[in-house]
């Protein structure tokens, strides 16, 4: 920030009691000016400095300095009035950035699209570190559901202005991260973003019995269209043959634990297979529960993290969170009553899990009823392709 020369008509200094003009010109803030009396220094010799100096030396004064204890009264508060704050989730995770003394990933990203925003245009004649980025001739963002608005405004951002070349995809319903929804209009500001609405899971395409259960899924809990009339055809065209999502009851513990080895001993050794769960801790649970049945029976299974889930051979038993982006030909799907339905993470969760078999899906639940929403997607599911 510096004062512009074009603040005032006319700029004077005293020159021996006398007023003088100085010259309006650009740059007078910098031009090296007497300090007044009492500003001696210590040695009583007279100091020289710039409007520009004095104008930045007041600013940081006036406004920065006191900015500089902001972030440790908050930490206070936080530590004295801990009950005052309404959203305790949001208070702890404040907390405990603050206590770190490092910005969050999300101030950090803000900050990045300030930077962007007041790079504009400016090249090497202006401060280097502005400088406007080389831009890229075209722009693709896979899996654009998996990041903030911040970061697709800054990945976009990066495509050169004369074709605006940019590629979006992904899938709102497989919303694991930052929320439960982004507003990509929102990324793109003032210009039109042209979209094609894609709404078949083409992962199950060759399984439209699958395909038709993961579109009734969507109509019912995540707002959907209906299923289209063509997909529901093709599975009803399948008859006999169809390959039906199958939901079962286990009432105990035990119940449960024999459908698991059942369908893993089961399985065609050429078969990919994941047993997924709503969250890593159920996983580990349940695998070390069954890891020596799993030895007697010749199941080779192990507890998977993301990294591992792509080794074929293997049973794996994971965070259906982890499972994302890839997919088995048989998928069992633990515990489905442990998913709030009422919220949007958990009911994108269940979909991704849903949408990962490609040949055989079983949904257990450890209720004697389903859960009512879920009993409506079987309710569409059947008015659509007939009872079994």
Known sequence: MHPLPEATERIYTSVGGVLHVLPLQFGWGRAKLSLSQVAEGKDGQRRTTTLDALFQGLLRTQLLQPLASVADQYLTALDA???LFPDAKLAKSIHAQLSKFKLADEDIDLLLCLIHLMGR???ESGLPQLKE???YQSVFVDEVQDFTEQQVFLMVEQSDPRYRAVTVVGDIAQKLHHGSSIDLKACF???TVPHVMLTENLRQADVPGL??????FRAVLQSGEKPSASLAEKARKEGPKLVRPRLVACE????MDARIIDALTSAKLHQTLAVLFPDSA???RTYQRLALKLREGMVEAELSAKVNLARRHVRHFADVANSKGLEFDVVLLVGIERYDLRKATDVNRLYVGITRACQSLMLLFGTKE?????ADVRALYQELVGPP
């Open 211 to 216: 395909a038709l259960f993961s579109a009734s």
């Open 370 to 374: 389903l859960a009512v929403p879920l």
């Open 121 to 123: 245009d400016l090249t």
């Open 133 to 135: 980025p080389d831009f």
């Open 81 to 83: 009035f801990p009950d």
């Open 189 to 191: 500001p003032r210009q």
């Open 282 to 284: 159920a996983a580990a």
């Open 252 to 255: 105990s513990e035990d119940i």
